[in-house]
């Protein structure tokens, strides 16, 4: 050292001297900081913020600002507290408090958002190290956290523009893109989180993180990619798909994260692909219709296998991943995504409920504890809503599994009096809908409302839905409604009256029916003079003729319709094959079964003959049309007898 | 004689290239008082002094040499009066003697100063030891070792390295424009007397009127071939320069001559041309001088064993208080503690910086953001081996590879964090060699 003895100063890796700072290479440093890249983040997210505003006013900002406020509290504190360096100044404790306000509705209780805050700042990030250590996305995992505890609040969504009145409406994933066009949906004027509903925000502020180099393209671009994809495959509406459901928030926004992204490009790839798919998996096969949160966070768990498995070869190095290396990531990647779907399938179908065939003994006992007296089944072929009515003397119940949310089928039985108002609206299974959200619909304040009314019932105007459920409650209006027509016979061109014990000619088939008797009928048939004649015949045969040149023999057979009893005047031929089938008396309430189209299947045959086997029964009217093949066979029983 | 566009490039960083000297003509300095000539100017062994106090010496006069393989003769670079052998070290810790003349401002030339006879490869390898050659470009390997490659291997490629991918440097570019004859005739001598086929000058695009100059000088030439190299730090690397330039990797431990590649910096071929012309010895040459606290940044021709403040001193002084001075480029160089340093073979520039010039903000938690492997030329992964090395985990830092480190520097650039990576990685290797010698 030329014996130069110069005071000197250690601080960390650098040594000043009297005069001149001596440090180790590189010397210079490009002008990029952490501060800087927050910065931008922050300005891609302002045109969403922009949009949060115009959508859902001012409370957007004031949600916007305590997620923020609250975040870079936390972190202050939690650094302090772990007597560590302050590190609020890099911004990202801002950036996440923007990030978690943008996953919430409107309607968030402030003091709900602060605990995502503490669930983002401490748990998630402070707890595991700070920034650049976390495995897991802190706001994703908040927002998560948040639904889970509470859900209610969590999917309070408001429409936009609604302002002070601010009405309750769901978000298109949860309805079906039923109501919402898709310039809607790009714009953002639907129900949602602040910040996942204005596509067009969103896109901007991706493309200038982008440009500005702060985010890959890749993992943007393959997570939308996968996601549309799935779409196609699912025949799901895929631009609705992108543009709903914060897709564009997680894959701009979360899923770029970086210490929760692989590092190199093709890991950033897998990841975005990995994203796309299981968020679509979760829409699709199961019941919640938001899966990019999910889907961001089982990504995160895989992070260190991605970037294991596509580790690169250095220049003139060795390969850094042997088989090993991608063997074992891709079975684990397999093997979590195989068990996840699986179980969100299988929960799926578990709790979905099987369509009903005829009603069930408890189905029947509640009816009658709702009539408050014995009830019978009424039989008929209904829509598809509609499983049963059943009738009593005080009226009448019907069984209804009118369809819910997503999808999901609910049970109920509906009660009305003898002049169709409703006397009770019973819910027997709601499990299919989403717990917390429309399970509470079953709350005598809502079922209550129905006491008493009558007709077609309109949600909103005759009924109030319960907030947040709107498709449950929707969904057991329209129960309620079908079980009123089914009760009042307005069904599917089914006319079978069943509302009253007699025979109602307003309400019954088209064709006239005329009673006659056989006198009036057999000059008709037996032309050429006939004669009674007698034998050892069923029971209900009562009479019997022969015509003069003994080719023709009539029987008249009173046998049991619905109503009451058949009787009819069935003419065989002399080898015992149907010549003429006609009805002289009934009580039924459609006379259809006396025409051609039953009566004319028996004619030119030998029997015996059987409903549903060889002869066809008149739709509507199975008993009547039983009761008339029964006189037939009965006919014939006779007309054998006689032969011997 | 066809153009190749360097396509072939390696990743890295775009550096401000704050090339304010190289419109400037080269100025000699005048001869200071006294010089300091170390004994050890390059990355070989340390040579034994052949003179003692109160020894009359002269230009071109040899000074030091020693009886190793590995040894470069020093020649003395002024005339004067020896007066002192003293203790040194060097800033890269080798301890060794340093001959201090007193000038006797005549610059009278040794009488064995003459152009050497050649004949065959033997006698240019034998010439390229006389003349104290090492590489110029900053490494300082001895040029005689680096051409006399063994019989077997079969070189076929010349690399004429006129990158000078750092920023301030315009020491080659100057070469180029003042002395392109000299270029062309060192790069045919090579050629000839190695018997290598074809040589490639590659010359990064920030210096269009270089390109242009040594494209018409060898437009006629078959066998040299003009290389525009994309303007990212670090072309001037060796590996990434013959990356660029003929698409071979080498790989790791091995040097290039097993690949078929030399590469030589352009102001070395040139000052071993001159030496084959004049028979004078490696005494002098060309250092950019730059920085924002430099009265008159130029390029200048330095006398070996001047110190830094009489090479300030000729450019104007100190504009304000310096707080860094470098040796050689902001990325890669080594800052000096001392002004009474002496230049020695291989400094290319010296660049003095004010306080806010110098200012490296503070280190900050890594946010894992990947940019450092994203810009690392050779593809490691700077962040996964600072925890390593934090962690003292010598199998990580073997699995990741630390070796191939070209301490480029890119890594520590780039970091938003500012972390020290490219420090840390040389304490890794450091670390590494230190277990694995055991």
Same mark, same amino acid.
């Given at each position: 050292?030329?014996?130069?003895?110069?005071?000197?100063?250690?601080?960390?890796?650098?040594?000043?001297?009297?005069?001149?700072? *001596?440090?180790?290479?590189?010397?210079?440093?490009?002008?990029?900081?952490?501060?800087?890249?927050?910065? #931008?983040?922050?300005?891609?997210?302002?045109?969403?913020? /922009?949009?949060?505003?115009?959508?859902?006013?001012?409370?957007?900002?004031i949600v916007t600002l305590t997620c923020v406020v609250s975040s870079v509290v936390f972190e202050y504190l939690c650094r302090k507290i772990m007597k560590r360096d302050n590190t609020i100044a890099d911004l990202s404790a801002v950036v996440t408090g923007v990030l978690l306000a943008f996953n919430l509705p409107v309607t968030i209780p402030l003091w709900i958002a602060c605990i995502g805050s503490f669930v983002a700042i401490v748990v998630v990030k402070q707890l595991f190290g700070g920034i650049g250590q976390n495995f897991a996305n802190p706001a994703?995992?908040?927002?998560?956290?948040?639904?889970?505890?509470?859900?209610?609040?969590?999917?309070?969504?408001?429409?936009?523009?609604?302002?002070? #009145?601010?009405?309750?409406?769901?978000?298109?994933?949860?309805?079906?893109?039923?109501?919402?066009?898709?310039?809607?949906? *790009?714009?953002?004027?639907?129900?949602?989180?602040?910040?996942?509903?204005?596509?067009? $925000?969103?896109?901007?502020?991706?493309?200038?993180?982008?440009?500005?180099?702060?985010?890959?393209?890749?993992?943007?671009?393959?997570?939308?990619? $996968?996601?549309?994809?799935?779409?196609?495959?699912?025949?799901?509406?895929?631009?609705?798909?992108?543009?709903?459901?914060?897709?564009?928030?997680?894959?701009?926004?979360?899923?770029?994260?970086?210490?929760?992204?692989?590092?190199?490009?093709?890991?950033?790839?897998?990841?975005?692909?990995?994203?796309?798919?299981?968020?679509?998996?979760?829409?699709?096969f199961g019941s919640y219709p938001e899966g990019v949160s999910f889907a961001i966070l089982f990504m995160n768990i895989l992070v260190p296998y991605i970037d294991r498995a596509t580790a690169l070869k250095p220049f003139g190095g060795k390969k850094m991943r042997v088989a090993r290396d991608i063997v074992k990531p891709t079975v684990t990647l397999i093997v979590i995504v195989m068990c996840i779907s699986a179980a969100v399938v299988g929960t799926y179908n578990l709790t979905k409920e099987e369509s009903t065939g005829s009603l069930s003994q408890e189905v029947l006992s509640a009816a009658e504890e709702m009539l408050g007296a014995p009830v019978s089944e009424v039989p008929g072929t209904y829509g598809e809503t509609v499983n049963g009515v059943m009738t009593s003397e005080n009226?009448?119940?019907?069984?209804?599994?009118?369809?819910?949310?997503?999808?999901?089928k609910i049970e109920m039985l509906v009660a009305f009096d003898p002049d169709y108002?409703?006397?009770?609206?019973?819910?027997?299974?709601?499990?299919?809908?989403?717990?917390?959200?429309?399970?509470?619909?079953?709350?005598p304040e809502f079922t209550g409302q129905f006491v008493g009314k009558s007709g077609n019932l309109t949600a909103g105007t005759d009924v109030d839905i319960v907030t947040g459920a709107t498709a449950t409650s929707k969904g057991i209006i329209n129960g309620v409604n079908a079980a009123s027509a089914a009760a009042q016979g307005i069904l599917d061109g089914d006319s079978s009256d069943s509302s009253s014990e007699e025979p109602d000619t307003t309400a019954s088939a088209t064709?006239?029916?005329?009673?006659? !008797?056989?006198? #009036?009928?057999?000059?008709?048939?037996?032309?050429?003079?006939?004669?009674?004649?007698?034998?050892?015949?069923?029971?209900?045969?009562?009479?019997?003729?022969?015509?003069?040149?003994?080719?023709?023999? !009539?029987?008249? &057979?009173?046998?049991?319709?619905?109503?009451?009893?058949?009787?009819?005047? /069935?003419?065989?031929?002399?080898?015992?094959?149907?010549? #003429? &089938?006609? *009805?002289?008396?009934?009580?039924?309430?459609?006379?259809?079964?006396?025409?051609?189209?039953?009566?004319?299947?028996?004619?030119?045959?030998?029997?015996?003959?059987? *409903?549903?086997?060889? /002869?066809?029964?008149?739709?509507?009217?199975?008993?009547?049309?039983?009761?008339?093949?029964?006189?037939?066979?009965?006919?014939?029983? $006779?007309?054998?007898?006689?032969?011997? | 004689m066809a153009i190749v566009k360097g396509k072939r490039s390696l990743p890295g960083v775009r550096l401000a290239h704050r090339k304010n000297t190289?419109?400037?003509?080269?100025? +000699?300095?005048?001869?200071?008082?006294?010089?300091? %000539?170390?004994?050890?100017? =390059?990355? @070989? +062994?340390?040579?034994?002094?052949?003179?003692?106090?109160?020894?009359?010496?002269?230009?071109?006069?040899?000074?030091?040499?020693?009886? =190793?393989?590995?040894?470069?003769?020093? =020649?003395?670079?002024?005339?004067?009066?020896?007066? +002192?052998?003293?203790?040194y070290t060097t800033y890269s810790g080798v301890v060794c003697k340093a001959v201090v003349i007193q000038t006797d401002q005549q610059q009278t030339p040794d009488p064995s100063v003459a152009p050497p006879v050649l004949t065959d490869k033997a006698s240019f390898i034998r010439a390229v030891y006389e003349s104290g050659m090492v590489g110029l470009g900053g490494a300082g390997f001895p040029t005689h070792l680096k051409l006399n490659f063994q019989e077997d291997l079969h070189v076929d490629a010349l690399i004429i390295n006129g990158a000078e991918c750092e920023p301030y440097i315009t020491a080659d570019h100057r070469e180029f424009l003042e002395h392109p004859e000299d270029i062309v005739e060192g790069i045919q001598k090579v050629l000839h007397y190695l018997g290598i086929a074809k040589a490639y000058i590659g010359i990064e695009t920030n210096k269009p009127d270089a390109i242009r100059l040594m494209q018409e000088r060898t437009a006629s030439l078959p066998d040299i071939q003009i290389i525009p190299l994309c303007s990212v730090y670090p072309q001037?690397?060796?590996?990434?320069? %013959?990356?660029?330039?003929?698409?071979?990797?080498?790989?790791?431990?091995?040097?290039?001559?097993? +690949?078929?590649v030399i590469v030589m910096n352009v102001c070395t071929v040139?000052?071993?041309?001159?030496?084959?012309?004049?028979?004078?010895?490696?005494?002098?040459?060309?250092?950019?001088?730059? @920085?924002?606290?430099?009265?008159?940044?130029?390029?200048?021709?330095?006398?070996?064993?001047?110190?830094?403040?009489?090479?300030?001193?000729?450019?104007?002084?100190?504009?304000?208080?310096?707080?860094?001075?470098?040796?050689?480029?902001?990325?890669m160089g080594v800052a000096v503690y001392d002004l009474h340093t002496p230049i020695i073979k291989n400094n290319n520039a010296i660049l003095c910086f004010s306080e806010e010039a110098a200012r490296i903000p503070q280190e900050t938690a890594c946010i894992r953001c990947g940019k450092c492997s994203q810009v690392c030329p050779v593809g490691i992964m700077p962040r996964a081996l600072e925890k390593a090395y934090d962690a003292q985990n010598l199998d990580e830092l073997e699995r990741l590879q630390v070796n191939l480190c070209l301490n480029c520097g890119c890594c520590s650039y780039i970091c938003p964090a500012k972390r020290n990576l490219a420090q840390k990685n040389q304490l890794a290797k450091m670390l590494l060699r230190a277990n694995t010698k055991r």
């Amino acid at each position: 050292m030329s014996g130069v003895n110069v005071p000197a100063e250690r601080k960390g890796m650098t040594v000043i001297l009297e005069k001149l700072i *001596v440090s180790a290479s590189p010397h210079i440093r490009s002008s990029n900081s952490t501060q800087k890249i927050m910065l #931008d983040v922050l300005i891609g997210l302002s045109p969403a913020l /922009i949009a949060s505003v115009i959508l859902f006013g001012y409370r957007a900002l004031i949600v916007t600002l305590t997620c923020v406020v609250s975040s870079v509290v936390f972190e202050y504190l939690c650094r302090k507290i772990m007597k560590r360096d302050n590190t609020i100044a890099d911004l990202s404790a801002v950036v996440t408090g923007v990030l978690l306000a943008f996953n919430l509705p409107v309607t968030i209780p402030l003091w709900i958002a602060c605990i995502g805050s503490f669930v983002a700042i401490v748990v998630v990030k402070q707890l595991f190290g700070g920034i650049g250590q976390n495995f897991a996305n802190p706001a994703i995992t908040a927002r998560i956290v948040l639904l889970i505890s509470f859900s209610g609040h969590m999917t309070k969504w408001v429409s936009p523009f609604s302002g002070a #009145d601010a009405v309750t409406s769901p978000t298109p994933l949860s309805t079906g893109f039923t109501d919402v066009s898709l310039l809607d949906l *790009v714009t953002g004027v639907h129900g949602g989180c602040l910040g996942e509903t204005c596509a067009i $925000a969103l896109i901007l502020g991706g493309v200038y993180l982008m440009i500005r180099r702060v985010i890959d393209f890749s993992t943007p671009l393959a997570f939308i990619g $996968a996601a549309f994809l799935w779409a196609v495959i699912f025949d799901a509406e895929p631009l609705y798909q992108l543009f709903s459901g914060g897709l564009l928030l997680g894959a701009f926004f979360m899923a770029t994260d970086y210490s929760t992204s692989p590092i190199t490009r093709l890991g950033k790839v897998i990841f975005g692909l990995g994203c796309g798919t299981v968020t679509m998996f979760i829409r699709h096969f199961g019941s919640y219709p938001e899966g990019v949160s999910f889907a961001i966070l089982f990504m995160n768990i895989l992070v260190p296998y991605i970037d294991r498995a596509t580790a690169l070869k250095p220049f003139g190095g060795k390969k850094m991943r042997v088989a090993r290396d991608i063997v074992k990531p891709t079975v684990t990647l397999i093997v979590i995504v195989m068990c996840i779907s699986a179980a969100v399938v299988g929960t799926y179908n578990l709790t979905k409920e099987e369509s009903t065939g005829s009603l069930s003994q408890e189905v029947l006992s509640a009816a009658e504890e709702m009539l408050g007296a014995p009830v019978s089944e009424v039989p008929g072929t209904y829509g598809e809503t509609v499983n049963g009515v059943m009738t009593s003397e005080n009226g009448k119940a019907v069984s209804v599994s009118p369809v819910g949310y997503s999808g999901g089928k609910i049970e109920m039985l509906v009660a009305f009096d003898p002049d169709y108002v409703i006397r009770e609206v019973r819910i027997l299974d709601i499990s299919t809908q989403t717990p917390g959200i429309g399970q509470p619909v079953d709350s005598p304040e809502f079922t209550g409302q129905f006491v008493g009314k009558s007709g077609n019932l309109t949600a909103g105007t005759d009924v109030d839905i319960v907030t947040g459920a709107t498709a449950t409650s929707k969904g057991i209006i329209n129960g309620v409604n079908a079980a009123s027509a089914a009760a009042q016979g307005i069904l599917d061109g089914d006319s079978s009256d069943s509302s009253s014990e007699e025979p109602d000619t307003t309400a019954s088939a088209t064709s006239s029916f005329v009673e006659q !008797s056989a006198e #009036d009928v057999l000059p008709g048939l037996l032309k050429d003079g006939y004669a009674e004649i007698s034998g050892q015949f069923p029971a209900e045969v009562e009479a019997a003729w022969k015509s003069a040149d003994e080719m023709l023999y !009539s029987f008249s &057979v009173r046998t049991q319709g619905y109503w009451g009893d058949i009787v009819s005047l /069935i003419t065989i031929h002399a080898d015992g094959s149907v010549a #003429d &089938v006609t *009805v002289l008396a009934q009580g039924e309430s459609s006379a259809k079964f006396t025409e051609e189209p039953l009566t004319g299947q028996f004619t030119g045959k030998n029997g015996p003959f059987t *409903v549903g086997e060889n /002869i066809d029964a008149v739709a509507g009217a199975t008993v009547s049309s039983t009761g008339l093949t029964q006189a037939v066979n009965l006919a014939l029983e $006779a007309f054998a007898s006689l032969a011997e | 004689m066809a153009i190749v566009k360097g396509k072939r490039s390696l990743p890295g960083v775009r550096l401000a290239h704050r090339k304010n000297t190289q419109g400037f003509q080269t100025q +000699a300095m005048p001869v200071p008082d006294t010089v300091k %000539i170390p004994m050890c100017q =390059h990355m @070989g +062994a340390v040579c034994q002094p052949l003179v003692k106090p109160g020894d009359t010496v002269y230009v071109g006069q040899k000074i030091g040499e020693v009886d =190793h393989p590995r040894c470069v003769p020093i =020649h003395s670079s002024v005339s004067g009066t020896v007066t +002192a052998l003293e203790d040194y070290t060097t800033y890269s810790g080798v301890v060794c003697k340093a001959v201090v003349i007193q000038t006797d401002q005549q610059q009278t030339p040794d009488p064995s100063v003459a152009p050497p006879v050649l004949t065959d490869k033997a006698s240019f390898i034998r010439a390229v030891y006389e003349s104290g050659m090492v590489g110029l470009g900053g490494a300082g390997f001895p040029t005689h070792l680096k051409l006399n490659f063994q019989e077997d291997l079969h070189v076929d490629a010349l690399i004429i390295n006129g990158a000078e991918c750092e920023p301030y440097i315009t020491a080659d570019h100057r070469e180029f424009l003042e002395h392109p004859e000299d270029i062309v005739e060192g790069i045919q001598k090579v050629l000839h007397y190695l018997g290598i086929a074809k040589a490639y000058i590659g010359i990064e695009t920030n210096k269009p009127d270089a390109i242009r100059l040594m494209q018409e000088r060898t437009a006629s030439l078959p066998d040299i071939q003009i290389i525009p190299l994309c303007s990212v730090y670090p072309q001037g690397a060796e590996k990434v320069l %013959i990356y660029a330039a003929t698409g071979r990797v080498i790989e790791a431990g091995t040097i290039p001559v097993q +690949a078929g590649v030399i590469v030589m910096n352009v102001c070395t071929v040139s000052q071993l041309n001159r030496y084959f012309r004049t028979g004078m010895p490696l005494i002098s040459r060309r250092v950019t001088v730059d @920085g924002d606290c430099i009265g008159q940044p130029k390029n200048a021709e330095v006398l070996i064993g001047s110190s830094i403040q009489d090479v300030v001193d000729f450019c104007g002084g100190f504009r304000q208080e310096p707080k860094k001075v470098l040796m050689g480029g902001p990325m890669m160089g080594v800052a000096v503690y001392d002004l009474h340093t002496p230049i020695i073979k291989n400094n290319n520039a010296i660049l003095c910086f004010s306080e806010e010039a110098a200012r490296i903000p503070q280190e900050t938690a890594c946010i894992r953001c990947g940019k450092c492997s994203q810009v690392c030329p050779v593809g490691i992964m700077p962040r996964a081996l600072e925890k390593a090395y934090d962690a003292q985990n010598l199998d990580e830092l073997e699995r990741l590879q630390v070796n191939l480190c070209l301490n480029c520097g890119c890594c520590s650039y780039i970091c938003p964090a500012k972390r020290n990576l490219a420090q840390k990685n040389q304490l890794a290797k450091m670390l590494l060699r230190a277990n694995t010698k055991r």
